[in-house]
């Protein structure tokens, strides 16, 4: 387990420097730059969908040739120079190359890393192990986000330019997850590219219908930044906005762990439904609520919907894929939900912008109902080897 608690403590120290900017990066393009909704959907789409076909190529190359670690390396190392480019930018279209950097480095680092969570644990404690990361994970995203609320407001570091004061302290918990990643042990020595390579039309039926689901879902995924904006929308101000993001993340910290133990015991399909069910639930309500006690509810149950999907999808996966193809079976994955996100926060944006704000979560808890349904249907099938 010990490589896995590195694994997630490089994940909290990378996500406190990463989450401190995504927070108010829509308010800092809309405040400062100028930007709209349609321009901020546009850069998210991009930033994610760019990098995407980078997670699926990085999980095959570390599959075949190993690496692991020093591919992880690479991609870490994106989010300290992303900070330097936004710091120094002067318009949206540097922001715009400074998000596709973090986003291509998240795609290098991905499959790998999630590999190497799954050959620390035993085959019976994926939900365990990926829970445990993922806790780690999102606990990093609530101190930044946390961080990021404290220098808006002027809690610390008052009197300084607050979007730029935050651009630098991110810089120091990047450099310490980087620095975290040297004690990680890579334990699978480099293949020899004998092996089968990974495929599409190899996959077991029940992934692959599982991964077309998850697309279709994804397209109602769309960037966060679009939940904040609705939230402000609604009447929250600025900075109680990004404290709803802090209450999301904290709870799916705090019950990411206990979720993987569930999948673990009740398997992957009870979980991941219910999860899904949550989804649909929190983005209808947000569609229809402006009360600020019902949206922080929602954001609690919001955080419900991470821990029960975000590490039991990644060992649901690991369940059916023979070894070889971990990786990139993982990078596939991360690759579907990646290229989905562009159109999903185009259609985000235009929904929003000329419709209305509600639009765009009416359509994405419609899909999340479709996706529960399906996905208890495709796992509920015969498996040539267990989901379970």
């Given at each position: ?147 990021a609320w404290l220098i808006v407001s002027g809690f610390i570091f008052p009197g300084h330019d607050h979007y730029r004061t935050i651009f630098i302290v991110s810089m120091v ?212 080897q267990s989901a379970q």
């Amino acid at each position: 387990m010990s490589n896995i608690v590195l694994l997630g403590l490089v994940s909290l120290f990378t996500d406190i420097s990463t989450e401190m900017v995504y927070p108010i990066l829509p308010l800092y393009l809309s405040a400062v730059m100028g930007a709209g909704p349609a321009v901020i959907g546009i850069i998210e789409g991009i930033a994610e969908s760019i990098a995407s076909i980078i997670k699926l190529f990085s999980g095959i190359i570390a599959d075949r040739y190993g690496h692991k670690k020093r591919l992880a390396f690479a991609g870490y190392a994106s989010s300290l120079i992303n900070k330097i480019i936004i710091l120094f930018s002067v318009s949206w279209g540097g922001v715009l190359a400074a998000r596709i950097i973090d986003r291509f480095g998240k795609g290098i680092r991905t499959a790998p890393r999630d590999a190497m969570v799954a050959e620390s644990a035993d085959k019976s404690q994926q939900g365990k192990a990926f829970g445990l990361h993922k806790g780690l994970d999102l606990l990093g995203t609530a101190i930044g986000i946390m961080l990021a609320w404290l220098i808006v407001s002027g809690f610390i570091f008052p009197g300084h330019d607050h979007y730029r004061t935050i651009f630098i302290v991110s810089m120091v918990p990047a450099v310490i997850g980087l620095s975290v990643l040297g004690f990680v042990k890579d334990k699978k020595a480099a293949k020899t590219g004998k092996s089968v390579l990974f495929s599409w039309k190899n996959l077991d039926i029940r992934l692959k219908l599982f991964l077309i689901f998850i697309f279709l879902f994804t397209l109602g995924h769309f960037s966060n930044a679009f939940v904040i904006l609705r939230a402000v929308d609604a009447g929250f101000s600025k900075t109680d906005a990004i404290l709803l993001y802090f209450i999301y993340n904290m709870t799916g910290s705090l019950l990411s762990y206990p979720a993987g133990l569930l999948s673990d015991k009740f398997g992957r399909k009870n979980i991941l439904c219910i999860g899904y069910f949550l989804f649909g639930i929190v983005y209808l309500g947000i569609a229809m609520v402006a009360n600020s006690a019902a949206f922080i509810a929602l954001f609690v149950v919001y955080g419900f919907y991470t821990a029960l999907t975000a590490g039991v999808e990644r060992a649901l996966i690991v369940d059916i894929v023979p070894e070889e193809h971990k990786a990139g079976a993982l990078g596939l994955h991360a690759a579907i939900v990646g290229i989905g996100l562009l159109p999903a926060s185009i259609i985000a944006g235009f929904l929003y912008e000329k419709i209305s704000s509600s639009a765009p979560f009416l359509f994405s808890g419609i899909l999340a109902f479709i996706t529960c349904a399906a996905v208890f249907v495709i796992l509920s099938l015969k498996p040539a080897q267990s989901a379970q």
